[in-house]
């Protein structure tokens, strides 16, 4: 992954079936797209660009490999502040078909594992809803 250079869009190009392309190893391609699909529930910028390399996972081939690797090309870019490397947290509140409240926080700290970094900014929302919901007066909250 270090040597990976750097892409500034998860995606060129739509994918096709490249049915005339040169085959991939099968395992190893759901296993890079698995661990992307983890990463979707706290990047939701790779999504799409993941999700359509997951609909090639029974029969991936080279050209479908490549676009998974300018995935990881993409966070590695962008994948945090460089110098400290505390992470960027984001997230939106919608209220039916409207949006009432948007963030986007610095960590305080450097988590040490994904799940500990989920952990942190799931506390954080949890504190930013409470608050939302006290403000439109829908449920008198106390703590």
């Not at 700290?109 to 930013?128: D, G, K, M, P």
């Amino acid at each position: 992954m270090t040597t990976l250079k750097p892409m500034t869009t998860p995606m060129r190009k739509l994918l096709d079936a490249d049915e005339k392309g040169e085959p991939f190893d099968i395992m190893l391609y759901r296993s890079m797209v698995s661990s992307l699909m983890y990463l979707t529930t706290s990047r939701p910028d790779i999504t799409l660009a993941v999700t359509i390399c997951a609909h090639f996972q029974s029969n991936p081939k080279k050209s479908h490999f490549k676009a998974v690797v300018r995935i990881f090309q993409y966070l590695k870019d962008h994948g945090g502040f460089h110098v400290d490397r505390k992470s960027t947290s984001g997230s939106i509140q919608m209220f039916g078909n409207r949006l009432v409240d948007w963030s986007s926080k610095k960590q305080n700290c450097v988590s040490l594992s994904t799940a500990e970094s989920e952990y942190i900014t799931a506390a954080h929302y949890e504190v930013r809803l409470k608050f939302l919901i006290q403000e439109i007066g829908m449920v008198k909250y106390s703590a």
